[in-house]
């Protein structure tokens, strides 16, 4: 099902220093700073666009037109109620909350705000997360307009440059990932991709599973 990503927030730092990368490359004098600070991101942004994996704690919304399972496809009532094809994916890990979840109103047009807990619960452990319809609940139906349903959640690992904490800040391949991206697009100015190398250290963190919704009939290819 067709969905859009909007990032809201950026993150507050890099994940990697620029000192450490002149560390890491034996660059002592500041006359390529900038180059390199623009590298730091691009390395960033790349890594994070591989692995699904906010890498520092940003602020998105997913936009879909529609929730998994919704009429006339199968409303999905009785046993299906907690059917994993009725689940909502956030696409990006790991996610730390939802913020606010929206949508447009079958019969008024009005953005009808949920609360978690009584209308939908979050499983922020899951990779990618999972949002279900609350205890006994099925998701509401939405009005058939583009951009129906709105989610603004928090994803990234937290902001801990200074006090590295195991498991809040990005696993050590992912920033070494980060340091050999950066020198490798700083000897090869002219280069399109990542190395196999870096790739290498990244496979394991990647999130493949993040089709934010599907529907039961396209849960049989229909």
């Not at 450490?20 to 006359?31: A, C, G, M, P, T």
């Not at 980060?178 to 990244?202: C, D, K, S």
């Amino acid at each position: 099902m067709p969905f859009a990503l909007k990032q809201i927030t950026q993150p507050s730092h890099e994940p990697v220093s620029l000192a450490e990368i002149k560390d890491f490359l034996r660059v002592s004098y500041s006359d390529q700073d900038d180059i390199l600070n623009a590298l730091i991101t691009t390395a960033r942004v790349s890594v994070e666009q591989y692995t699904r994996r906010i890498l520092v704690n940003q602020q998105w919304m997913l936009v879909v037109d529609k929730f998994p399972g919704s009429w006339p496809f199968s409303y999905g009532f009785g046993a299906t109620l907690l059917s994993p094809y009725r689940e909502i994916h956030i696409p990006l890990c790991p996610l730390c909350s939802v913020d606010s979840f929206q949508y447009v109103d079958m019969n008024t047009g009005n953005l009808v705000t949920m609360t978690e807990g009584t209308d939908y619960q979050v499983s922020t452990g899951a990779e990618p997360g999972r949002l279900q319809p609350g205890y006994g609940q099925a998701w509401p139906i939405s009005r058939w307009v583009l951009d129906s349903i709105q989610i603004t959640f928090t994803a990234g690992y937290g902001d801990t440059q200074q006090s590295p904490v195991i498991g809040v800040d990005p696993p050590q391949p992912i920033l070494h990932a980060i340091r050999m991206t950066v020198a490798h697009f700083y000897e090869n100015r002219e280069a399109q991709e990542m190395p196999g190398a870096v790739r290498a250290l990244l496979d394991p963190y990647r999130v493949f599973d993040f089709a934010p919704v599907m529907n039961n009939w396209e849960r049989f290819g229909r």
